[in-house]
């Protein structure tokens, strides 16, 4: 079944499986690089991150459970606050669907992006 997980501080659709009283929980290949791509922004702001572990999904999330057990609470984005000027229709429809998505604007636009950037990025 579909769900949508809080993980560092941001929102990731994902699949559950439960079978034979086990709980699994599954990220499609997309949301995980959007993982590693939003870990490999925030976990600079609260610790060192080498390349090493840049370059390893596993190594972040173990690194971001430690600084989130270290913190007592979660992790959040670096605030940015973007150039840009919306128009107000788009505006609303970002607001519109970041509320439903459980997360900030921001988050989502750079979420977005960032999807975009990779699609981009694999085609060439």
Avoid: W
């Avoid at 973007?82 to 604007?105: D, G, V």
């Amino acid at each position: 079944m579909k769900y949508n997980i809080n993980l560092f501080g941001n929102n990731f659709d994902c699949e559950l499986h439960v079978q034979d009283n086990n709980l699994s929980i599954v990220l499609d290949e997309d949301n995980q690089k959007a993982i590693k791509s939003y870990l490999s922004r925030v976990l600079k702001k609260y610790t060192e991150v080498n390349t090493s572990e840049e370059n390893s999904l596993e190594l972040m999330v173990t690194k971001a459970v430690q600084v989130e057990k270290n913190m007592g609470g979660r992790m959040s984005e670096p605030k940015l606050k973007l150039p840009y000027e919306f128009a107000p229709e788009t505006k609303e429809k970002l607001i519109e669907c970041a509320n439903l998505q459980e997360t900030s604007a921001t988050q989502l636009l750079i979420r977005l992006i960032d999807q975009k950037y990779h699609e981009v990025m694999n085609n060439n």
